[in-house]
């Protein structure tokens, strides 16, 4: 396994979690990492994304204010810290090691890590 998350689990509408995103074989620290999830039944879609350098590239419009990515290129490990959860938020949430060390797409992914479930019960 490449890329690992963790962190995911049930959680009650306005709870918290922090997601972890490692690679225990090799780093990713001169690339953007990006979080991206997908819920039941719809396309994966981005969630936020972060330089090597640990500059936020952007959020979705429906996580801003509520999730921050961050990154420890020391521990090789990316953190997405989910705050104020929606049930709308259920997916499972992958991480993914872009291409570029600047920029993060959907189309431009070297490796996916395994996913980690997320639900929010209302």
């Known amino acids: 396994v490449q890329l690992q998350a963790s962190g995911g689990g049930l959680v009650q509408a306005g709870g918290s979690l922090r997601l972890s995103c490692a690679s225990p074989k090799r780093t990713f620290s001169n690339n953007a990492v990006g979080w991206f999830r997908q819920a039941p039944g719809k396309e994966r879609e981005f969630v936020a994304g972060i330089t090597w350098r640990g500059e936020v590239i952007s959020y979705a419009d429906s996580v801003k204010g509520r999730f921050a990515i961050s990154r420890d290129n020391a521990k090789n490990v990316v953190y997405l810290e989910m705050l104020t959860l929606k049930p709308e938020d259920t997916a499972v949430y992958y991480c993914?090691?872009?291409?570029?060390?600047?920029?993060?797409?959907?189309?431009?992914?070297?490796?996916w890590g395994q996913g980690t479930l997320v639900t929010v019960s209302s």
């Open positions: 993914a090691v872009g291409k570029s060390s600047r920029s993060i797409s959907y189309k431009d992914i070297s490796y």
